[in-house]
């Protein structure tokens, strides 16, 4: 995967003349480059979206962020807004891109929170990838085929419901698949805790990587947040930080061209030292060699 310093940034936009904002893409049209107002596909490009790529037939790896994922026949691929990623031109494979925003999933349903619920786009702790069994596939690619008969005939004021209902029935599924193959549950009386911590996290992560103002903004002690992100993570809360702290260095160092200095100044670091410091400590490496070795 080639690796582009002045990485495209895109939205949601409708390809169809849909009123909505959902799109199933073939892997034809990914192939021929045929979306239009896009920026190459087989180049790194951010995401403001969410997207899921299901893998019907062919093998080979999907990029996302600074790693690389192999799929083969009934993968499904996460990728969460905000992630950056690539294609690999692959002609063997036969593959739906669906595309959709959170409004698209919550419209219509009082109160919902799906998204912020589903560990298939926790990103920060789960491989975007979950791999079906062959007796799984068949209920996977009746849904596929249900959302794309739906999208591709002439609109009426069910389309968008029908739609809507099909994917969180494909998202659900997933999502119970994911959870009973999963080695080790979040506790459910600590999921709403971590999820309000990550979105936290999320916000002020340039700021402050102190454990105890988290804890102070959700209310609770430091010894209670600790073990939240144990429960969870298997890590003291200060690690996981960090973890997340060296996940959005790697993006810059990747996919930008700023400077060492900048990153450092841009990811809360006063002194570009201590950046290079906390980096190599973290990672075994420094950001010059991380980012001339990717």
Do not use: W
Request: net charge positive.
């Amino acid at each position: 995967m080639q690796v582009d310093k002045n990485i495209p940034e895109i939205s949601f936009r409708s390809i169809h003349n849909k009123s909505f904002e959902f799109q199933i893409v073939s892997n034809h049209e990914i192939l021929g480059n045929l979306v239009p107002n896009r920026p190459d596909p087989f180049r790194p490009h951010r995401i403001h979206f969410y997207a899921i790529l299901f893998i019907l037939e062919g093998e080979g790896k999907h990029f996302i962020d600074f790693k690389k994922y192999d799929y083969k026949k009934g993968s499904i691929i996460f990728i969460s807004k905000e992630q950056v990623q690539a294609f690999e031109k692959n002609e063997e494979r036969e593959a739906s891109f669906l595309l959709f925003t959170e409004n698209f999933i919550e419209r219509g349903s009082l109160n919902s929170s799906l998204m912020q619920q589903l560990s298939l786009y926790n990103y920060h702790l789960y491989s975007p990838v979950i791999q079906l069994k062959e007796k799984e596939m068949d209920s996977f690619v009746n849904l596929i085929k249900r959302i794309k008969e739906e999208y591709e005939a002439p609109d009426d004021n069910l389309t968008e419901e029908i739609i809507q209902s099909s994917l969180k029935i494909f998202l659900g599924t997933a999502e119970r698949i994911r959870k009973k193959n999963r080695a080790q549950l979040i506790p459910s009386k600590y999921q709403s805790e971590f999820i309000e911590f990550q979105k936290l996290l999320n916000e002020k992560l340039f700021s402050t990587r102190q454990v105890q103002y988290y804890a102070q903004q959700m209310g609770m002690s430091t010894k209670k947040l600790n073990r939240i992100t144990q429960e969870v993570t298997n890590k003291p809360a200060k690690t996981y930080i960090c973890d997340i702290l060296i996940l959005e260095i790697k993006r810059f160092l990747i996919n930008t061209s700023l400077s060492i200095k900048e990153i450092s100044y841009k990811t809360g670091f006063e002194d570009p030292t201590n950046f290079v410091k906390f980096f190599k400590k973290n990672t075994n490496s420094t950001p010059i060699d991380f980012r001339k070795n990717y």
